[in-house]
């Protein structure tokens, strides 16, 4: 099948941000859409990243919207959240052809937490691949770690070359440190405190050994419980991290939105 793809349409003026469309040619009004949201710590990456999913999904009949948003030093937390919501916005006020009540949400690693965010505001559903969720937590939990970037990983590594093989934690908390530049800002940031009964069903998988703690997708997971909010964890071995694991999520992460788009 082949799929269209129209690349950096503006959806930001005032941010300069663009996004890339995938579709399969469809003019059904009842197809789903799906944004998905790349990841990268939230100081790099682009929506060129997941091209391959955006094709894959709308080979599956999807109407698929990549977008880019703001990243450090452009933007720092909460601006990420703003430009994903400008993006649904902008969807749901666009010209393309698909069903404004069946719009879901795909991320990975910073993406994930990006997805789940955008949830919670409009209560839309989420698959998330190792998204960041222990923020607050973690960094009171880890006062002697040193941050330190990761520069083994190049920035336009795609996602699924990245294989961290266990915990870095110098890493891990760079990039939060980075993306809220105060540590005041780490209870806002954390998703778990502001889960409300409006958020959508959410898929939350994660590897047991990777550099993302898994800590935060077990919290959010008993959060959503409390709530009576469908959840759905997936955890694989080893440390593959997001998109290095998608051939082994892709069929749960499929079922998951067909049971809810």
């Known amino acids: 099948m082949k799929v269209n793809e129209t690349k950096d349409v503006l959806f930001s003026s005032e941010n300069d941000l663009k996004l890339d469309i995938y579709d399969d040619g469809s003019d059904d009004n009842k197809r789903a859409a799906i944004i998905d949201i790349h990841g990268g710590g939230w100081f790099r990456g682009d929506k060129g990243k997941d091209e391959d999913l955006g094709e894959t999904l709308a080979e599956l009949g999807y109407l698929v919207l990549i977008p880019n948003y703001r990243i450090t030093p452009q933007g720092y937390y909460p601006d990420p959240i703003d430009d994903i919501a ?6 749901k006020n666009s010209n393309l052809k698909f069903d404004r009540n069946r719009i879901g949400l795909l991320g990975s690693s910073a993406g994930g937490n990006l997805a789940v965010e955008a949830s919670m505001r409009y209560g839309l559903p989420a698959a998330s691949w190792s998204g960041i969720f222990d923020i607050e937590d973690w960094l009171a939990d880890h006062q002697d770690v040193v941050g330190e970037q990761n520069t083994d990983i190049k ?3 795609p996602s699924n070359k990245i294989d961290q093989d266990g915990k870095n934690d110098p890493f891990y908390k760079w990039f939060i440190m980075n ?3 105060d540590e005041s800002k780490a209870y806002d940031a954390t998703p778990v405190h502001r889960v409300t009964d409006k958020v959508g069903p959410l898929f939350l998988a994660n ?3 990777e550099f993302v703690p898994n800590s935060g997708v077990m919290e959010l997971e008993q959060k959503l419980i409390d709530l ?7 955890f694989l071995t080893g440390g593959r991290h997001a998109k290095g694991y998608m051939d082994d999520v892709l069929p749960a992460t499929l079922a998951f939105f067909d049971q809810y788009l």
């Open 179 to 181: 993306y809220l530049q």
């Open 86 to 91: 400008d993006v649904i916005e902008w969807l």
């Open 228 to 234: 009576q909010i469908p959840v759905e964890t997936k």
């Open 155 to 157: 920035p336009n590594t």
């Open 207 to 209: 590897s047991l050994n």
